[in-house]
Nanobody
Framework: QVQVVESGGGLVQAGGSPRLSCVAS????????MGWFRQAPAKEREFVSA????????YYADSVKGRFTISRDNAKNTVYLQMNSLKFEDTAVYYC?????????????????????WGQGTQVTVSS
């Protein structure tokens, strides 16, 4: 069974730059693409970013493009989400997921249905 655990959330000032981490257990971490999604209060879960198995292809939602950076360290079974210039609208629970395949198009990796393991989420709250 694969376990996915996020960390790094908390209360952050607007304009801040926290980094989220996601550790996924299992020897085959490097075989799968990984993604970040988020869910704000009273809203649907939405795609944030994804990275292919090698860390070479990345995708971002328009709302975070230019501000967030996804990366991965396969030796540490970890994927990161560097968040810069945080805005109030970035407040949400951030979830990390393991995709079903090693790579995919934007449309494939931005769809929750194409992920089979999820973490419990980490809360990011942006304050003034």
């Amino acid at each position: 069974q694969v376990q996915v655990v996020e960390s790094g959330g908390g209360l952050v000032q607007a304009g801040g730059s926290p980094r989220l981490s996601c550790v996924a257990s299992g020897r085959t971490f490097s075989d799968f693409a990984m993604g970040w999604f988020r869910q704000a209060p009273a809203k649907e879960r939405e795609f944030v970013s994804a990275v292919d198995w090698a860390g070479e292809t990345t995708y971002y939602a328009d709302s975070v493009k230019g501000r967030f950076t996804i990366s991965r360290d396969n030796a540490k079974n970890t994927v990161y989400l560097q968040m810069n210039s945080l805005k109030f609208e970035d407040t949400a629970v951030y979830y990390c997921g393991r995709a079903r395949h090693h790579s995919g198009t934007y449309y494939y990796l931005s769809s929750q249905e194409n992920y089979d393991y999820w973490g419990q989420g980490t809360q990011v709250t942006v304050s003034s």
